[in-house]
């Protein structure tokens, strides 16, 4: 039960992209502060982290089931934009995109310092890495501030 619940909470920036989306759609002469949401949600996620940890022997554990929707959705963007060069036309396309919403300003920021080094970070899915990275890292953060608490 307690690995469902980790799985279901790994979708949670599903519901966050989608509500980001549909907002933007009604409002579209507004600007939402993107870098401030992805920094709210990153802490969020360690939080989350800091509370879910124990639910699993593991933090790893823990981390990696938590994160398997966010990995699962990078890799269907990394076979959508590598392989068939376009995203589907359908509600899978268009989820695939809203998943990492959140974080994407901030890890399009990180991926622009790469840029110089790395011809291919022009590319969603080399965004979508760093923000897959950062949600398994700030994740790891929250179980491992618990473990050095609970000592």
């Known amino acids: 039960m307690k690995k469902m619940i980790l799985f279901l909470l790994g979708l949670i920036p599903f519901v966050l992209g989608f509500l980001m989306n549909s907002w933007l759609m009604q409002n579209q002469n507004s600007i939402l502060p993107f870098k401030l949401i ?20 593991t933090p790893l554990k823990s981390a990696v089931i938590i994160n398997l929707p966010a990995f699962l959705i990078l890799l269907f963007i990394m ?13 899978f396309g268009m989820a695939t995109q809203f998943y990492y919403l959140p974080l994407l300003n901030i890890s399009s920021s990180l991926v622009g310092i790469f840029l110089s080094l790395t011809p291919w970070a022009t590319q969603i899915w080399s965004a979508s890495l760093i923000a897959f990275l950062l949600m398994f890292a700030s994740y790891y953060l929250g179980c491992y501030l618990k473990k050095r608490l609970s000592k």
């Open 79 to 91: 076979y959508q934009e590598i392989i068939l060069g376009q995203y589907w036309f359908n509600i």
């Open 38 to 57: 992805g920094i709210i949600f990153l802490v969020f996620w360690v939080l989350v982290g800091f509370i879910t940890c124990k639910f699993e022997k």
